[in-house]
Each structure stands twice: as C-alpha cells, then as structure tokens.
C-alpha cells in the first residue's frame, strides 16, 4: 500500500526544530528553522530531501526500510481506502482554490510524484510539550522539560499566506492552550476573516476552554478533538490536575454551541482503552449518549518512562489486569447498550471491536497462592545483580544514579539452568524502604523490555506504609528447562531526579 500522508499533511514540529509528514514517523525530518533560527518557507520544506525521500520509498513500497516501519496503517485492510482519504476533505464547504489544491494532491498521490505539485492539504502544528496537567498515560510527558526550539512571535504571519489553500490547520502540543506560542498563532488565525475558509482544529484537553470561548466563536469553522479518556473519578486518576467538573462544562458548552450559534464548529472526545477507562465505561457512555457527543476509542501506546502506567492501565495488551475488575465484561456491555440505544452505533461498533478481543484473551484468575522466596539480595548486594547499564553518563552511587536522560538505567540479570519453577513463571519482588523515597529522590522504574526467553504476565505495586513493592511475574518462552536468562531493567522515573535501585530484590515462585 502506498500511504496518502506524504501527499497530504505536513507536521510541523518547533520543540524538535523538524518537519515531517507524519507525527508516527521516525526517520529524518527536515529542520523547521534555518541556521538563523527563521522559519523555512514551506514550498522548500513541502520538496526538501527528507520528504521525497519518505514519496520515494512510500511509491516503491518499501516502508519498512525507513521511517514508516511498524505503521499499522500499513496494514492490508486499509490499502482500499487510501485514496478515498482525499475525499473526506472535501466535505467541508471549501472554496475553489482549496478545492483544486485537493485535486492536485490526490493526483500527485495517484501518481506516486515524488516533487508534489499540490501544498499541504492539511498542516500540524505541534507547539511544544508543555501541559497544564499530567496524565498518567501520556506519552509526552517524559520529554516535558526537553525542548530545542520554540516558533517565534508573530508565527502565524509568517505563515498564513502558505497556509491559505489548506483544508485543515491542526494546533497540538502538550496544551495548546497553555503553550504562549500556540495561544498567540490559534488567536491571530481565529481573528483572520480572509482565513475562515481554512478549518482550525484544536487537539485539547479541554481544562482551559472556558477561558477563550470569547475570541474562539470569531472563528467559524473549528473542530474540538478533546481527550478525556474517561469521566467522573476515572477522569481525575488519569487525567492527574484535570477537574472532570470543568471540563464536563466546557464540553456542553461547546456542543451547546455546535447545536446552536456554531453550527460548523465540530466536537469529538477521545479516550485510550485503560482499565480505569473500563470501571467507569457505563458512566462515560452515558454522558456520551446524553450529551451527544461521539467519541472514539485508541490503544494506549507505550514509550519509555511509562511503561509501568501502561502495565497497569493497558488491558488490551496486558488482560491479566482484568482480574482485578470482575465484572468488567458487564460494564462493557452495559456501555455498548447504552451507546446503541442512544443511536451513537459507530462508537458501540468500537467498543464491541475491543469488548471481542479482551473476551477472546486468556485472563487468568486472580492468583490466591502466596509466593515463597527461591532466592533474595539486599542493601549493597542488589548491585552485585546489575549486568550492565543503559543510557549515557549512569552514575551507579552504590544504590542510586542521577538521571541525565529518561533513557539511563540498570539491566539486572538471572540466568537459570533448568532451574526454573515448574509453572515456568518467576516472580520479581523489588522493595524500597520509603524512607529513602522523596521528591527528588524516586524508585526506579521496573521494566521488562520485549527479550528472547521470557514475557511479561504481570505487574502489580503495592507494600505498606513502611515499603513500596513492584512484583514483576515472567513466564517462560518455550522450552523452561532449556538455559534462560531473565533481564529487568531498573529505569530512570524521570529525568533530572535521583533513580533508587531497590533495597531488596526477591526472587520468588507460586508453583508447589
Ligand atoms: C498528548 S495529547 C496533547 C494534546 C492535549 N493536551 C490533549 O490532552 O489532547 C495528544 C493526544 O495523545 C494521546 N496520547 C497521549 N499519550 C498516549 C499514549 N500513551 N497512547 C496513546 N495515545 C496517547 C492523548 O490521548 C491525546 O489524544
């Protein structure tokens, strides 16, 4: 399948001073500011090397060679409606200039033209990692205080004649509300009446909208992504600094003027599949069936330095956490009816897709047997178990390492010789004295990255007032007799802070 996103989109991203056609892609991208830190005129960056070359390989169908590999989008069940992608576009009330522009990209695309003659039909803005908020899911939030470079003032003027045949100019950070850049660029766009024909959409948390509605509703065409991920208490865990009271307001705000004074503004909500999602999935489809807005359910995507939320909170990839919420099958029923009832079919569609899949996944009964300890290190001999260290410029300072990037750590091993427990399966206890912990001062990460001879099959924290434990539970690939060797990486929580190695680590089993 040839990808329609070369032909289509530009994203333009200033913390990272890189441009791309793509927010997934991880190749090269071409740098947004010159040697003099002005923006590039993006004629010159639409045709710089770095996108041809994404066109070329895109054409010759050789994604996985580059930036492209492990896109679903590459998927077979996507390649018939690639082209049609085009066509979505012109469903808003574009003007004859942004009409031709699409008809030109979608030919470009048809005929795979490596130097596209069409611009952008759709730009996006990605203003910084800076949020107001701190969900426990985000896959930013590691990166918070790493940014290069920032758009200067007066962006949108530089920009705005480039932007006038676009359909769609999409503003995203972190918070492009609480980012100062992307506020001043949403503002001067909005008050731009030659630019009402060119759709604003927001990608939003939804915390501050009360306090822009006024400047807002000078813009006729906007469209509101905002990510909640669930509702009530549900929200508040993970949406940590998020009030579900006025964000709850903003959105029937909002679709109140959709309904009303607004009628081209548009309104969608998005929510990552989590476990806290699932507990209070008939409350969420209930505010979703009253209100009448639809929402769309994504997979939570796991990068470094949340792996451990992930664990926790990503039933689709880890079923073992149902266990915890018996009758999660019920809940998800009951919010399916909920959606069907109120007409909202293509959300309950969703929601049935991954209501089938977690039915079809093994979730094992919660685990009564007490595990007993095969083997335990403590205090200085916890080192005496690390192989080897990750990242650069790691400190090991007897039980601690000061993290300079969210990718330093330590890799502790434990071979076995056909020793394993006869259910195949190891369980990890990792102990820290809460005494040592502060603020700056955090536990490590306990991280099992994807290795030849084990997987993950469970991950809880917990302990006492005295003790925070992590139970990292491995299961064996293949063969348990065969020699294996089990790696747990002992990770940076954050950069910046001092990372604990654990004051004890067992080794234990549930097996007879
Ligand atoms: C990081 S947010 C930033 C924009 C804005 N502050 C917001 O809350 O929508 C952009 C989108 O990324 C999604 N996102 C963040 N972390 C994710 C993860 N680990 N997996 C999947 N989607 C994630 C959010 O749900 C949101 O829809």
């Known amino acids: 399948m040839v990808c329609s996103q070369p032909w289509m989109e530009m994203v333009l991203s200033p913390p990272d001073n890189r441009v791309t056609c793509c927010c997934d892609y991880h190749g090269d991208g071409a740098t ?17 090397p770095e996108a041809r070359l994404v066109r070329r390989l895109q054409s010759e169908a050789r994604p996985d060679a580059h930036g492209c590999a492990g896109c679903p989008r590459f ?103 609480a980012l100062p850049t992307g506020l001043e660029f949403m503002r001067d766009f909005a008050a731009d009446q030659d630019m009402a024909h060119v759709r604003l959409m927001i990608t939003t948390n939804a915390t501050l909208l009360h306090k822009h509605i006024g400047w807002l509703m000078d813009k006729e065409r906007i469209t ?38 607004r009628p081209n503004w548009r309104l969608n909500v998005n929510a990552v599949m989590t476990l806290t999602g699932i507990r209070h ?29 992930v664990y926790q909170e990503d039933v689709l990839e880890h079923p073992y956490l149902l266990d915890t919420l018996p009758d999660w099958q019920t809940r998800m029923a009951e919010a399916i009816d909920i959606l069907t009832q109120a007409g909202m079919q293509q959300d309950a569609n969703t929601l049935t897709r991954y209501f089938t899949q977690l039915r079809g996944a093994n979730v094992p009964a919660a685990s009564g047997t007490e595990p007993r300890v095969l083997a335990s290190v403590a205090g200085p001999d916890v080192l005496r178990m690390v192989i080897g260290q990750v990242g650069g410029g790691v400190v090991l300072d007897g039980s601690a390492f000061n993290a300079a990037t969210i990718n330093d750590g330590a890799v502790i091993g434990i071979n076995f010789f056909g020793t394993l427990p006869a259910d195949g399966r190891v369980l990890l206890r990792l102990s820290w004295e809460k005494a040592r912990l502060s603020r700056r001062h955090l536990a490590c990460h306990a991280v099992l990255v994807p290795q030849p001879d084990f997987f993950l099959s469970d991950w809880r924290e917990g302990g006492d007032d005295l003790t925070l434990v992590k139970d990292v539970e491995a299961t064996v690939i293949g063969d348990p007799m065969a020699p294996r060797r089990l790696l747990l990486s002992l990770m940076a929580a954050k950069v910046g802070y001092v990372a604990l190695l654990p004051d004890r680590i067992e080794v234990m089993s549930r097996a007879a």
């Open 224 to 261: 509101f992504n905002v990510s909640i991920d669930s509702v009530g208490e549900g929200y508040e865990s993970i949406r940590v600094g998020g009030s579900w009271q006025v964000v709850e307001a903003n959105l029937r705000t909002i679709q109140g003027l959709v309904r009303g004074e």
């Open 32 to 48: 947004l500011l010159d040697a003099s830190q002005d923006l590039r005129h993006i004629a010159e960056l639409w045709n710089a």
């Open 75 to 177: 998927q077979d069940s996507l390649r018939v409606s690639e082209l049609s992608v085009f066509d979505e576009y012109a469903l808003d009330a574009i003007t004859e200039s942004q009409r031709h522009n699409l008809a030109l990209a979608k030919q470009d695309y048809a005929e795979k033209r490596e130097y596209a003659r069409a611009r952008p039909v759709k730009y996006k803005l990605f203003f910084g990692w800076g949020c107001n908020i701190t969900c426990r899911t985000c896959n930013q939030v590691p990166f918070r205080n790493q940014m290069k470079t920032k758009l200067a003032p007066k962006a949108y003027e530089a920009m705005r004649d480039q932007l006038a045949d676009a359909v769609v100019v999409e503003c995203l950070g972190g918070e492009p509300f």
């Open 281 to 309: 999935l008939p409350a969420y489809a209930r505010f979703m069936a009253e209100t009448g807005i639809s929402s769309r359910f994504e997979p939570l995507k796991i990068i470094r330095g949340i792996e451990e939320t």
